[in-house]
T-cell receptor, first 115, second 115 residues
Framework: KAGVTQTPRYLIKTRGQQVTLSCSPI?????VSWYQQTPGQGLQFLFE???????NKGNFPGRFSGRQFSNSRSEMNVSTLELGDSALYLC??????????????FGPGTRLTVL | AQSVTQLGSHVSVSEGALVLLRCNYS??????LFWYVQYPNQGLQLLLK??????LVKGINGFEAEFKKSETSFHLTKPSAHMSDAAEYFC?????????????FGTGTRLTIIP
């Protein structure tokens, strides 16, 4: 099975712009979670989608949003970019079956740099 | 709220020596606990997980961890370090209830292997 894929891998934007990141989960996985990783704050949970519905949300401002499509692919959007949004954004998918419950498989991440 | 604390942001061991990375958790309910490894410019890879089945958990690459409720610990060990083990390691906790896939991560421990 192919792993979790994220596009693009690297992105450079300027303050005030908006950005959309994409995540394709492992085939058959219906849960997709997003995390932000920075040197200062570490790994922080952004949100989780299941069957096109946001099921859990972390403590991030409304500039961070996401969605999930019927094929389980997910996108996250950050509007009005700030310098502090520079980070590695990681996507993880989960199959939610009895044997792999809560086992999340991570993609390689998208490195966002805001100038 | 659940949390994990990783003691030691940097650990150095000689090749062939024992690896011990410490993780303590805080949870009011039986947690699911995980260890992930991250190599430079890559996403997170699951090393092992504790889901209340057995207290001694064996993972990939020769790593294992023991869940000790009395000490609220889930330390990661490997009997003999290899150069390829150099990476950053994250301990994580999850509520373990269906519908809540959020992982809460520790701050990470960077492992350096001395030749």
């Amino acid at each position: 099975k192919a792993g979790v894929t994220q596009t693009p891998r690297y992105l450079i934007k300027t303050r005030g712009q908006q950005v959309t990141l994409s995540c394709s989960p492992i085939s058959g996985h219906r849960s997709v979670s997003w995390y932000q990783q920075t040197p200062g704050q570490g790994l922080q949970f952004l949100f989780e989608y299941f069957s096109e519905t946001q099921r859990n949300k972390g403590n991030f401002p409304g500039r961070f949003s996401g969605r999930q499509f019927s094929n389980s692919r997910s996108e996250m959007n950050v509007s009005t970019l700030e310098l502090g949004d520079s980070a590695l954004y990681l996507c993880a998918s989960s199959g939610l079956n009895k044997d792999s419950y809560n086992e999340q498989f991570f993609g390689p991440g998208t490195r966002l740099t805001v100038l | 709220a659940q949390s994990v604390t990783q003691l030691g942001s940097h650990v150095s061991v000689s090749e062939g020596a024992l690896v011990l990375l410490r993780c303590n958790y805080s949870s009011s309910v039986p947690p699911y606990l995980f260890w992930y490894v991250q190599y430079p410019n890559q996403g997170l890879q699951l090393l092992l997980k504790y889901t209340s089945a057995a207290t001694l958990v064996k993972g990939i690459n020769g790593f294992e961890a023991e869940f000790k409720k009395s000490e609220t610990s889930f330390h990661l060990t490997k009997p003999s370090a290899h150069m390829s083990d150099a990476a950053e390691y994250f301990c994580a906790v999850s509520p373990g209830n269906f519908g809540n896939e959020k992982l809460t991560f520790g701050t990470g421990t960077r492992l350096t292997i001395i030749p």
